[in-house]
């Protein structure tokens, strides 16, 4: 079989081959016969119809497609094979199909045309002695006091209060009843499902409930009723509701105030694991500084990455491409699906091509800084030694626990977050990156695009839309109240000092820029599986 490569454009590889007349008598009796033993004709046994019934019934057009379907399919994994060829996917034909059965004559020669997708060739014109900046993030350790006061918060005695009305800070009882206001005259209000309640506790913070529920309720006393007309803001997430009039009837039946406990040895055993306020407050002041540096490390990670994107030159083939975009895809959807939302009528045949076309330059990104790295390895021979990845996948894996995670690929996930982590630490060592304040860097233009980045906006955004219409129901008492501020922190125990994360995609041959390193991360690439 002879073979003539040519080198194309996005890193693919043109083929001419040529089919011996061996290889296409032989392919083409192979599926005269497959059709004998198969064919169900009326008045023949199987096994048993004569040929030329056989190319009349089904027609030689047919046969010869069939028959040149699996020949080329056949001499192309020979070719790639004979010419030790690294292809990275499936192959396109580049000459008419149509064109080739037509010429294809069973016992005679023919040559046809086809390429494939190869690991594309990296110039890296510079990757050392790189003068950056990067954001020096300060910890801000005002947030210890505010931690220790919500744990106060958290544990605090509620003392019922009586001789004084409501104020701002108390905890109350109320019963509330809401009716929806029409501007047409002689209408009726309209009760709503869910719109009232008995026994209700509201604190009175500001921001927990629609503008004018709170300040409704400061100044009345127990067993004073009032209506208060209070209008849905037009951005809330029931659509049924939002921008309407509406009056609320409030009831108050009980004030109580929150008597916080004392900041001492034993409220620091009470709400942590700690034996001392001293040890919990130094915690807490560790976690903040860690936090901080953690987060100025990968500032200067990016830095690095952001710069060797700049000095990369490569084609890259389109099976690359389409592999990270399967990624990205998949990993929006298991965030979608974390959050509540039907992501089968998100991902759909209609919206998949349109996603894939937002998340194209986040694709090529990172895709060449995955290439970058790996050309900095390779001129630098950058290697980890199997003992450390199996050291730290076997740290992750108690971690874990009982989760079912494929050993396998969770050792390749950690080894590429090893070598990564190798490699951008050479970079920054063979660099100079200077630390300027917090907030030098990004202009809000470029802190808005980032966010959009981060968040596939558009996409996100309208999903993100379709869960809260999902989950806010038409019952006050859930969708009044504010939502839980993510800042917060979690319920008082022994705090987690949490490091800077990225996500990931494994590429073949190539080292990934973008991998995690906290075990939540290695679980999700172990079990995540593409979008198709």
Known sequence: MKVTQEKLPASQIGLEIEITPEMSQKAYEQVIQKFTRSAN????????????????????????????????????KQAIEQEKIDALGNYQLRSSFEDLVSQFVPGAALTFSASVDVQPEVTLAQYTEFQLQAEEIKPDLEQVDKVLQQYQEQTATLIPVEGRAAQLGDVTIVDYKGVLLSDEPD????????????????????????????????????????DLPIPFPEDYPQETLAGRSARFTITLKEIKEKELPALDDDFAQEVSEFETLAELRS??????????????????????????????????????????????????????????????????????????????????????????LGEVAKRESLKVESAEVTAKATELLKELGDRDIDPDRLQAVVAEDLLKEKIVNWLIEHSTIELVPEGTLATPEEEEALEASLEDEGFIEAATSDLEAATATVDVTSSVVEAPDEDAPEAP??????????????????????????????????ESSDIE
């Open 187 to 226: 209408t009726e209000p309209e009760p709503f499902p869910g719109g009232e309640a008995e026994d209700f506790q509201v604190e009175l913070t500001e921001g927990k409930f629609i503008e004018g529920f709170i300040d409704g309720i400061v100044g009345m006393n127990p067993g004073e009723t009032k």
């Open 41 to 76: 004709i009326p008045g023949f046994r199987k096994g048993k119809v004569p040929r030329q019934v056989l190319i009349q019934r089904f027609g030689s057009v047919q046969l010869k497609a069939t028959a040149l379907e699996e020949l080329i399919d056949e001499t192309l």
């Open 283 to 372: 915690s807490l002041e560790t976690r903040y500084t860690e936090e901080a540096e953690t987060k100025t490390t990968a500032n200067k990670e990016q830095a690095i990455l952001d710069e060797l994107l700049k000095h990369i030159e490569v084609d890259l083939p389109e099976t690359l491409v389409e592999r990270e975009l399967s990624y990205l895809l998949n990993q929006t959807a298991m965030q979608l699906q974390n959050q509540g939302i039907d992501v089968k009528r998100l991902f759909n045949q209609d919206t998949i091509p349109m996603l894939k076309e937002r998340s194209r330059p986040e694709a090529l990104d990172r895709i060449k800084r995955t290439l970058a």
């Open 493 to 526: 125990t022994v705090p987690e000092v949490v490091g800077a994360e990225t996500d990931s995609q494994a590429i073949p041959d190539a080292i990934e820029a973008e991998k995690p390193k906290k075990a939540r991360k290695a679980k999700a690439k172990a």
